[in-house]
């Protein structure tokens, strides 16, 4: 009965946002001859509206799949990047459509890349829900709490800070050694969260989170802004539900957008200050220089700078128009979209002459043109237009449906690998794949989740071995291992 109640659900939800993203495309399509950029407004409120529908009415089976979830997750980035790209819109203007590809029919185009964007994410959305996907997600909280998951949790996070520490001292230059730390940094920030909720009252588990979360933090200081976030999350996702009044809700949600600030101007004097000038990034060095760069009001780190530069990195639908000009009016690139999927797992020492795969490089100087120097910079088209770009329509919906049939599979195979916990633990480091999920390249999409559990499983086997080594509290009275029966319980 559960399982009819979600397709009922789906089906509603799917109808009403599909319905209202369609009006908003007519009328915006109605609109476009207006000299002002009103129906660009029209167009990405509308879809943002769809998307927000999609994610509040579906009958969602547990809080954490509500906010959690691989297509929560999805549904909520989708609707924050339409908001971005609406103030991004009215920040810049007209100065947006210089683009570097010539059309005659450019607000076609643009059209045509959000009915791409919104199909796709739709698709995707609807195949990891209708394929089980919350089958292989994190459990009732109640299925965690034992001793035994509590060692486990403990042991993974000290290995796993240990491990990145570790990365940053004798691991430079690498590229598989960088994403490798990356994922413990990633896997950190879960256990914090696991060991968190597992305390009884509230203030218990926001101490333990504001406790755990410290050093998970200062490690992510150097990376990119996601890495920043995803530390600071289990304290965000403690806090909310401890604060019952709207008010003090939106004091939260204050704080968070304070938060966010200061990750994006730190960030940027990281970027601008140490990677872009080869210099080695010291923590004790860059906390007074970004100090002292914010008390200066530079322009890169000021509030008015970082915020216009955060809401147009998240306005994608400046330049997802391209991908689809250039298939449209000039040729598909399928090798240079999918290609990389097929062969970039191969090991080079069987490979010897296997190309360096740089599809953002490639695709900017495709579009730019290769008499412009873009250096190392790397320029994205999204991933539902980089689908379309590879080869049209067909190509888009399927891509759209492996991609959601895909997650849930890499989420089956982590049951089959560690059970509850790991299962669990690889959902949760799921959540930065997801919050970059639209503007990443096919490659990604396909290689990440795998590169993932192969970085999680032998830190996860290891720290489940020295945890089952402990000393054990003992009774008279032996609990129910609460792992085997969520297993056992589950629907087949």
């Known amino acids: 009965m559960k399982h009819i109640a979600l397709?009922?659900?789906?089906?509603?939800?799917?109808?009403?946002?599909?319905?209202?993203f369609s009006v908003t495309l007519i009328l915006a399509f109605l609109l476009r001859e207006d000299t002002s950029i009103l129906w660009v407004y029209v167009l990405l409120i509308g879809s943002g509206l769809s998307g927000m529908v999609f994610w509040l009415r579906f009958a969602w089976p547990e809080r954490t799949t509500r906010y959690l979830s691989f297509?929560?997750?999805?549904?909520?980035?989708?609707?924050?990047?339409?908001?971005?790209?609406?103030?991004?819109?009215?920040?810049?203007?007209?100065?947006?459509?210089?683009?570097?590809?010539?059309?005659?029919?450019?607000?076609?185009?643009?059209?045509?890349?959000?009915?791409v964007t919104v199909l796709g994410t739709f698709l995707v959305v609807i195949t990891w829900i209708s394929t089980g996907g919350f089958l292989y997600f994190i459990p009732p909280i109640e299925s965690l709490r034992s001793q035994k998951t509590r060692a486990i949790l403990v042991v993974n996070y000290i290995i796993s800070i240990a491990i990145v520490i570790l990365m940053r001292l004798f691991g430079q230059g690498l590229e598989f050694i960088r994403m490798f730390g990356v994922t413990m940094n990633y896997l950190a920030a879960a256990c914090v969260f696991f060991l968190a909720i597992q305390r009884k009252t509230g203030a218990a588990k926001l101490k333990d989170a504001v406790v755990l979360t410290l050093p998970v933090f200062v490690l992510s200081l150097s990376g990119m802004k996601e890495g920043m976030i995803v530390a600071l999350l289990p304290i965000l996702l403690v806090a909310l539900p401890m604060m019952r009044g709207i008010g003090h809700?939106?004091?939260?949600?204050?704080?968070?957008?304070?938060?966010?600030?200061?990750?994006?101007?730190?960030?940027?004097?990281?970027?601008?200050?140490?990677?872009?000038?080869?210099?080695?990034?010291?923590?004790?060095?860059?906390?007074?220089?970004?100090?002292?760069?914010?008390?200066?009001?530079?322009?890169?780190?000021?509030?008015?700078?970082?915020?216009?530069q955060f809401a147009s990195r998240a306005n994608a639908s400046a330049f997802q128009p391209w991908a689809i000009v250039w298939a449209d009016e000039k040729q598909l690139e399928p090798e240079m979209m999918f290609s990389p999927i097929f062969t970039v797992l191969i090991p080079r020492i069987f490979w010897p002459e296997k190309p360096v795969y740089r599809t953002g490089w490639e695709y900017g100087k495709m579009i730019f043109g290769p008499k412009i120097d873009t250096g190392d910079t790397s320029v994205g088209s999204g991933l539902f237009p980089s689908f379309y770009l590879g080869g049209g329509w067909l190509a888009l919906v399927l891509g759209s449906i492996a991609s959601g049939i895909f997650i849930v599979g890499t989420q089956r195979l982590s049951a089959m690998m560690g059970g509850t916990l790991f299962i669990s633990l690889f959902s949760y480091t799921l959540i930065p794949y997801a919050l970059k999920f639209n503007e990443s390249w096919p490659v990604a999409v396909f290689v990440a989740p795998v590169l993932t559990l192969a970085y999680l499983y032998p830190v996860y086997w290891i720290a489940k071995a020295v945890a089952g080594r402990l000393p054990q509290k003992r009774n008279g009275y032996r609990r129910p291992d609460p792992e085997r029966q969520w297993l056992e319980d589950r629907p087949s």
């Open 249 to 308: 809700r939106m004091t939260v949600m204050a704080g968070v957008l304070v938060l966010i600030f200061f990750v994006t101007t730190f960030s940027n004097f990281v970027r601008f200050s140490y990677w872009d000038q080869g210099r080695e990034f010291s923590l004790a060095s860059a906390i007074p220089g970004y100090i002292d760069a914010l008390s200066a009001a530079e322009d890169r780190v000021n509030r008015k700078g970082a915020f216009r």
């Open 71 to 115: 297509a929560a997750c999805v549904l909520i980035v989708f609707v924050l990047t339409r908001v971005f790209s609406v103030i991004d819109w009215y920040l810049q203007g007209d100065a947006l459509w210089k683009w570097p590809i010539f059309t005659a029919h450019p607000e076609a185009a643009f059209l045509k890349a959000e009915l």
């Open 7 to 20: 397709k009922r659900s789906l089906l509603g939800t799917t109808g009403r946002a599909t319905v209202l």
